[in-house]
């Protein structure tokens, strides 16, 4: 499989500066925002921590809770389903729906059924599936996969909206008012949740003591999914568990903070039971998350529960966009997880970071992101799937730098060396460095030629 | 107290007058400072890279080197988060571990071990933007990181503000990264030339003549930046103001 090429797809954003610059300033605006309300708390490194420590402890007792999670929502009438793969889910959710006749889907915005890719799956059965979150609904219209997992179009701008939208709803092509778009939509999609067969959430959270599952949304259109149709269908990614109701009280009061700079989203619904007449289904689905809890180094990465602060704060992300790193999951908890998926494919992607660690401050359950990344590039190196060019500048770079005397030979005569090479030579597009950049100029000595000139005396040691 | 300075292999290569500012600097503040001459370089280049293999014969030369000092001092913060947290592809005997717990960046050395807080020859007549290398804020913790609600705190500028003379500009994002990272400067190359030309960009739009850092490797990214983008901002290692360079 083709590994992706983050840096050839970021370049490509940047040269949209309108987008661009857009696209950083609305997410450094988030982050902003994001501070200023955990900034407010005067306990919120304590609540890190303790959210930290309530999924550590989840995750190592994971089996226990997924077991007990299990029978409380069977004791409130929902019927459980474990999936251990995307094909599994993909076919247990159809047949959930062939058995019951469904032929159109309302779903909320779920980053699992996009993982599984469940939405060309149902829709080559002939399912209609309908997006009503408005991010993943601009995203579904455009054929394009969300490139947040907050805000999924977050790297369109309204004009954009209104070319997506005059293409395929048949709105004005000239107006890109928000307002005109988001009634435009609204009315279009509307209908949908009277004529859907079934309807269909994520969750944020999956309690185990309640059987119960907690959607934190914005726009309300969860709840019309789930409360119109005769038939609801949660998936729910394993790691989603947490043990008891008061848990809930530390995750939601950091969600909507982290996420949007919010202190709670607009609806936390917890949909626990069916109403009489009507079905509710749960699909737990592990897709490689069980082998993750696995690895030493990564298991920390299941504690995510998928606010995008690291994805807001990350500079590379804001300047690449969200769908530069051909994923799923994108930014740095992207960085992080697709590896898991597929080695090959993602191996550039945990280079795509400065490891400036900003990411791992701003993460409301702790993860060590930035860390987690640097471990990532010693597992493709140990693989051997670093670039050809790359794994040859360190062998060399390895070489060359333990040994005094070679190292030497090359820092006390690149000086001399650029110093006279024509600029044609020095600015060319094998050299990645002066593209964008100036190359230093090399002094006429290096600091150890100096120290030995002045000072003799102790150039001994 | 006997320091070994250790001079990062870009700044002996590119900035000497670095090296020479943090050594006069040692000096003056009274510091007995050998400079080993086999020194090369930390490792860092080819441990970021994941290259394990690689960096053990250059780590192990690093322990050699620096080996039997109470301290090794540093003018890179990169550098040193690398030796103290990253120096792992070689067993970890006694004399590594002992090397990786003595070695301090400057600035820190400075502040915390030698608690110094005068420089009376110091005199620094301009408007500097001060810039914290990721390595120096976030993992060394020299400063207040805007990721976290805590009382503010600054090494650097606790140094700074005591020279003759000196302003601060105030960009809009202290604490962004300006995209060197190392590889990912030529391996990622149009979002490191992106950052560093915001980067630069907001230092300047906030009034900065110079951009200030205890961290060459990010000043000689945001150089090149500024130089292709032709503004006139230039750029000095710490070192060099805290030993009383005047321009």
């Known amino acids: ?461 | 107290m006997k320091a070994a300075l250790f001079v990062p292999c870009y700044v002996d290569a590119f900035f000497p007058e670095v090296g020479i500012a943090t050594l006069e600097l040692l000096e003056r503040l009274g510091v007995d400072v050998a400079y080993p001459l086999d020194q090369t370089c930390c490792g860092q280049p080819m441990g970021n890279s994941g290259c394990r293999d690689d960096a053990k014969a250059t780590e192990a030369l690093f322990v050699k080197n620096f080996g039997g000092f109470d301290y090794v001092v540093s003018p890179s913060g990169s550098c040193t988060h690398h030796v103290r947290e990253h120096l792992t592809s070689i067993p970890q005997t006694k004399a590594v571990k002992q090397v990786r717990e003595r070695t301090y960046e400057l600035v820190e050395f400075v502040h915390d071990v030698l608690n110094v807080r005068e420089f009376p020859w110091a005199e620094f007549p301009h408007t500097v933007g001060l810039h914290n290398g990721c390595a120096s804020l976030r993992a060394l913790r020299t400063a207040k990181m805007s990721e976290i609600a805590e009382p503010a705190f600054s090494k650097p500028l606790d140094l700074l503000s005591k020279v003759r003379g000196i302003r601060f500009a105030k960009p809009a994002r202290p604490d962004e990264c300006c995209g060197f990272g190392g590889t990912f400067s030529v391996f990622e190359e149009p979002v490191s030339a992106k950052m560093g030309y915001d980067k630069v960009s907001d230092h300047h739009k906030a009034g900065a003549e110079y951009i200030v850092s205890a961290d060459m490797s990010c000043l000689m990214h945001q150089k090149g930046c500024a130089e292709r983008l032709g503004l006139p901002i230039k750029f000095i290692h710490i070192a060099q103001i805290l030993n009383g360079t005047r321009e």
């Open chain 1, 1 to 461: 499989m083709k590994r992706i090429d983050h840096s050839e797809a970021s370049s490509k954003f940047i040269k949209a500066t309108d987008h661009l610059d857009f696209h950083d300033k609305r997410l450094w605006d988030l982050r902003q925002k994001r501070d200023r309300e955990s900034g407010a708390l005067p306990e919120w490194e304590a609540l890190r921590s303790l959210a930290s420590a309530i999924k550590e402890h989840t995750l190592t007792h994971l089996s226990q809770y997924l077991e007990e999670f299990e029978r409380n929502a069977v004791k409130n009438g929902a019927t459980v389903h474990w999936a251990t793969d995307a094909a599994e889910h993909n076919q247990v959710v159809y047949d959930i729906l062939r058995s019951r006749g469904a032929r159109t889907l309302v779903k909320a915005k779920s980053m699992l059924t996009d993982e599984c890719e469940m939405r060309p799956f149902l829709t080559n059965r002939g399912i209609e599936v309908m997006e009503t979150d408005l991010g993943e609904r601009i995203q579904q219209l455009d054929d394009e996969p969300p490139s947040h997992i907050v805000v999924p179009a977050v790297h369109k701008l309204r004009g954009d909206v209104a070319r997506v939208f005059a293409d395929t709803l048949g709105t004005d092509r000239k107006n890109s008012d928000v307002h005109y778009l988001a009634e435009s939509q609204r009315r279009h999609t509307r209908p949908y949740f009277l004529k859907a067969d079934a309807g269909m959430t994520g969750a944020n959270f999956a309690v185990a003591e309640t059987g119960s599952v907690v959607v934190c949304t914005n726009e309300g259109n969860a709840d019309l999914s789930v409360h119109l149709p005769n038939l609801y269908i949660a998936c729910i990614g394993i790691e989603k568990i947490i043990p008891r109701i008061e848990h809930l009280g530390v995750f939601v009061r950091m969600l909507s903070r982290s996420a949007l700079g919010s202190p709670i989203t607009q609806l936390t619904s917890h949909f626990r039971a069916p109403r009489k007449g009507t079905q509710m289904h749960i699909v737990l689905v592990d897709n490689g998350r069980a082998e993750r809890l696995g690895m030493a180094d990564f298991w920390y990465s299941l504690k995510c529960i998928r606010c995008g602060a690291c994805m807001n704060t990350c500079p590379v992300y804001r300047r690449s966009g969200g769908l530069s790193y051909g994923a799923t999951y994108s930014g740095p908890i992207g960085v992080i997880i697709d590896p898991t998926f597929n080695l090959r494919k993602y191996s550039a992607l945990p280079f795509a970071s400065t490891l400036n660690g900003s990411c791992t401050h701003v993460c409301p359950v702790k993860i060590n992101i930035h860390e987690q990344i640097y471990k990532w590039r010693e597992v493709i190196a140990a693989r051997h799937q670093l670039p050809f060019v790359k794994q040859e500048a360190m062998r060399v770079a390895g070489k060359v730098l333990s040994s005094p005397k070679l190292y030497r030979a090359a820092v006390e005569t690149t000086g001399a060396g650029i110093e006279h090479l024509p600029r044609f030579m020095m600015y060319n597009k094998l050299n990645a460095w002066g593209r964008q950049r100036e190359v230093p100029t090399a002094p006429p000595y290096t600091f150890r030629q100096w120290y030995l000139k002045n000072r003799a005396d102790r150039g001994k040691k």
